[in-house]
């Protein structure tokens, strides 16, 4: 029988999995280029904001956003437009290419949650989910 591993090293080789998985079936959708790092700007990027929120809100430096942000841009992810109550902010909006890609990653989250469900059953994943749910939720900061 083989030794159970720490609950630590299972989530972090699951997110580490997830995020690869994901990121090669965006590409093999047509969405080339994104990483797990870039979920940070989409996950709050929607309805606009500058770099310097988007950082706050994601907790990371202002610098390191400002370099996601870009590589998004280029890629036409996200475009940069003057804020309209303060000219001297710029403000990231998705482009209709980078909703898209928010739209197909949905879809690969779900499609990866019914891979897992077939692979432990459906209540047994959804346990889990409740757990770690009320585990992340009692243990906030």
Do not use: C
């Amino acid at each position: 029988m083989s030794e159970i591993r720490s609950i630590f090293e299972v989530v972090d080789a699951l997110a580490v999995r997830v995020n690869a998985v994901v990121s090669e079936r965006l590409t093999e959708r047509g969405f080339p280029g994104i990483r797990a790092a870039h979920g940070k700007v989409f996950e709050h990027v929607r309805g606009g904001a500058s770099v310097s929120d988007l950082a706050t809100r994601s907790g990371v430096a202002k610098q390191s956003m400002a370099e996601l942000v870009s590589g998004l841009e280029k890629a036409g992810y996200v475009a940069r437009e003057r804020s309209p109550d303060d000219a001297r902010v710029w403000m990231v909006r998705l482009t209709p290419r980078g909703a898209a890609a928010m739209a197909v990653a949905s879809m690969i989250g779900e499609e990866i949650r019914a891979e897992w469900a077939r692979a432990v059953g459906k209540q047994p994943l959804l346990d889990l989910e409740r757990g770690l749910d009320a585990l992340q939720t009692r243990w906030k900061h």
